[in-house]
C-alpha cells in the first residue's frame, strides 16, 4: 500500500517537466563545480607532492562536490515536497486516499519514500560523479561511504521536513517558503554558535553542518545518525498528527 | 437485515455554526437513498463524514455494521465515495488512475486489471482509456469520478451530486447506472435536483439548516390522498356544476377555461375524465400534477419560518 502510494507520487514527478528540469540544471551546476575543483586540484598537484601527508583527490574534490551536492539539493527540496500534500489537499484528490482503506501513516510514509527515491535519484547522480575519479586516481572508499551517508541522512530529513510542512496549508507556496525558511535556519543557526556563551553549544548541537561535516570528514558517530533520525521520525509524527487533526478542524 | 449505514446522533459544528444537527439515517441493501437540500443544508458535511473524510462533532456512524471511528480501515473496505469534486489526478490516463484506485482499495495485482475494464465498461469509458484525465471534458471526468468509486465493488456508494456537468444523454446513462447499483448495493447520493431523486431513489431524505425535515418512501404515493388534476373545458361551466359532480373535492378556476381539481381518492383519472366528457364541456387538456416532492420541499425549505 505504501509503495502504491509511493510509486503514483514518483509516477506523477516524472510525467511532469518538474523532475527532469530540476534533475538538468541540477546536474549542469554540479558538473561546473566539480570542473572547477578538478581544475584546482590539477593546478596544486606539483606543490602537493611535495608535501607531508598532502591531502588527496577525496579531499579536494570529493569532500567539497557532496557539500555541493547538499546545499544545491536543500534549495530544490521545497519545490519537490510542497506538492506531496498541500496540492492534494487544495485540488481535492486528498479525499481519494482518505476513504480508502488505508492509514493516515501509510499515506505519510508512501509519500515520504515517492519524495526519497526521487532524492536518491539526485544522490546516485552525485555518488556517480565522484566516483568517475576512480578512472584517474585513487579515492577514499571509506570516506566516500562515510560523506553519501551523511548526504543521505540530510536530504532525508530536509524531506521529512519539506512533507510535514506541506501538510499545514493548502497553498504549495506556502509549504515552499516555509520549509525554505527551517532548512535555511537550520543551516545557518551555527554562525551563532561562534559566539561566547551557554546557548552556543546548543546551537551547534542543532544545526545541520555540525553533524554533516563530521560524517563529511569520515567520522560516523551515533550521536550524528541520531540527530537526523530524530529529526525524521519527529516530522513524520508531526504529519501524521496534524493530518488527523485535518478530519476535525478543516 | 443489517443496515449498510446506519448513524445515530450525528452533530457537526463549524466554529459556532451547526452544519449538521442530531441526523440519524439508515441505509439498505437494494436501496438508493436521495439526501436532497437546498445549498448549504448540510448534504456534502454529512456525505464526508459517511465517507472518513470528516470527524463528527458527535455521533457514531457504521459502516456495514462496522464502527467508522473505532475500526476506519475495516469500514472503509465497504466504501466507494465520489466527492462533490471529483478527485482526479489530470497527469495520469484513465486506466493508470483507475488502476492505482483499484490497488488502494486493496485489490490484489491479478484482479485489478478485471476490477478496472468492469468499472471503465459500466461508466462508459472503454473508449478513453489511454486518454489523459486532465484532456478530458467534464462530463467523462466526472465518469471518471463514479468510476472510481465502484471500482473496487465497494457495498456502499455514497455520490456527492453525480450528474453535476454531464449533459442530458449522459444524466441518464449515470442515472441508470446508479439504478443498478442500487439493485445489489445501498447507494446514497445527493442532489438539489428533484427530478433527479424521483428518476433514481427509492428513498429521499430533505435536509434543511443541517437537520433532517422529511423522509419518505418514493415506492408509494407521495400524493396526501386523491388527485390534483389540471383540465382545460372549450365550454366554461359553472363552477358549482363541476363541483356538483360526484368525487370532486375543490375546483380552482384558472385562466384560460383552465381547472384545477381536486378528487378523492375513490375517483381515478380515467373515471374524472369519462365524466367530464360525458357532461359535454369540449375537454381540450388533460394533466395529472405530480406535486409531491416538490410542493413538499418548497414548503420546508421556504414556507417555514426558520426556527
Not at chain 1, 195 to 200: C, F, L, Q, T, V
Request: proline content about 5%; some cysteine.
Amino acid at each position: 500500500m505504501i509503495l502504491t502510494i509511493a510509486g503514483r507520487e514518483l509516477r506523477s514527478l516524472f510525467l511532469s517537466p518538474l523532475a527532469w528540469n530540476l534533475l538538468a540544471v541540477m546536474q549542469f551546476i554540479l558538473a561546473w563545480l566539480f570542473l572547477v575543483q578538478m581544475e584546482n586540484f590539477t593546478r596544486l598537484q606539483s606543490r602537493l607532492v611535495s608535501l607531508e601527508n598532502a591531502p588527496g583527490l577525496t579531499d579536494l574534490i570529493v569532500v567539497p562536490l557532496l557539500g555541493n551536492v547538499a546545499i544545491i539539493t536543500l534549495l530544490l527540496i521545497p519545490l519537490l515536497s510542497m506538492r506531496l500534500i498541500s496540492e492534494e489537499l487544495r485540488s481535492g484528490t486528498f479525499s481519494l486516499l482518505r476513504s480508502a482503506p488505508i492509514s493516515i501513516y501509510q499515506i505519510v510514509l508512501g509519500k515520504y519514500l515517492g519524495l526519497l527515491a526521487m532524492l536518491g535519484v539526485i544522490l546516485s547522480m552525485g555518488a556517480v560523479m565522484a566516483l568517475s575519479l576512480l578512472a584517474g586516481g585513487e579515492l577514499d572508499l571509506g570516506r566516500l561511504a562515510a560523506g553519501l551517508l551523511g548526504l543521505g541522512l540530510v536530504l532525508a530529513a530536509a524531506a521529512a521536513i519539506g512533507l510535514y510542512l506541506s501538510t499545514l496549508s493548502p497553498q504549495p507556496a506556502v509549504a515552499a517558503v516555509g520549509s525554505y525558511g527551517l532548512l535555511l535556519f537550520l543551516w545557518l543557526i551555527n554562525l551563532a554558535a561562534g559566539a561566547e556563551g551557554k546557548g552556543s553549544a546548543l546551537f551547534a548541537w542543532i544545526a545541520m553542518p555540525t553533524h554533516f561535516d563530521r560524517l563529511l570528514s569520515g567520522l560516523v558517530r551515533s550521536s550524528d545518525l541520531i540527530y537526523f533520525l530524530l529529526i525524521i521520525g519527529l516530522c513524520l509524527i508531526l504529519s501524521v498528527h496534524r493530518l488527523d487533526a485535518l478530519r476535525t478542524r478543516p | 437485515m443489517e443496515p449498510l449505514i446506519k448513524t445515530e446522533g450525528l452533530y457537526r459544528y463549524y466554529g459556532d455554526h451547526c452544519a449538521v444537527r442530531n441526523l440519524g439515517l439508515e441505509l439498505y441493501r437494494g436501496e438508493v437513498l436521495g439526501l436532497l437540500g437546498p445549498n448549504g443544508a448540510g448534504k456534502s458535511s454529512t456525505l464526508r463524514m459517511l465517507a472518513g473524510n470528516l470527524a463528527p462533532s458527535a455521533g457514531q456512524i457504521w459502516l456495514n455494521g462496522v464502527d467508522l471511528q473505532s475500526d476506519p480501515i475495516q469500514a472503509k473496505r465497504a466504501l466507494g465515495y465520489l466527492p462533490e469534486n471529483p478527485p482526479l489526478y489530470p497527469e495520469l490516463t484513465v486506466d493508470e488512475y483507475l488502476r492505482y484506485c483499484a490497488r488502494l482499495h486493496r485489490i490484489s495485482g491479478v484482479a485489478v486489471d478485471k476490477a478496472v475494464s468492469d468499472a471503465k465498461g459500466r461508466c462508459g469509458l472503454d473508449e478513453v482509456g489511454q486518454r489523459l484525465i486532465g484532456n478530458l471534458s467534464k462530463g467523462y471526468q466526472q465518469r471518471v469520478g463514479i468510476a472510481q468509486a465502484i471500482v473496487h465493488n465497494p457495498m456502499v456508494v455514497i455520490l456527492d451530486e453525480p450528474t453535476v456537468g454531464l449533459d442530458p444523454v449522459q444524466i441518464r446513462e449515470i442515472r441508470s447506472l446508479i439504478c443498478n447499483l442500487g439493485r445489489e448495493r445501498g447507494v446514497i447520493l445527493s442532489t438539489h435536483i428533484l427530478p433527479e431523486v424521483q428518476a433514481t431513489c427509492s428513498r429521499v431524505l430533505i435536509l434543511h439548516q443541517g437537520e433532517q425535515a422529511y423522509a419518505a418512501s418514493l415506492k408509494q404515493d407521495l400524493r396526501p390522498a386523491g388527485g390534483c388534476f389540471l383540465v382545460r373545458l372549450a365550454q366554461a361551466p359553472e363552477l358549482a356544476a363541476i363541483m356538483a359532480m360526484p368525487g370532486i373535492c375543490s375546483a380552482e378556476p384558472l385562466a384560460q377555461g383552465r381547472y384545477r381539481l381536486q378528487t378523492t381518492k375513490d375517483l381515478t383519472a380515467s373515471q374524472l375524465a369519462e365524466q367530464l366528457v360525458q357532461a359535454g364541456w369540449g375537454l381540450e387538456e388533460f394533466v395529472p400534477e405530480q406535486p409531491g416532492l416538490e410542493q413538499i420541499f418548497v414548503r420546508i425549505t421556504s414556507g417555514e419560518p426558520s426556527a
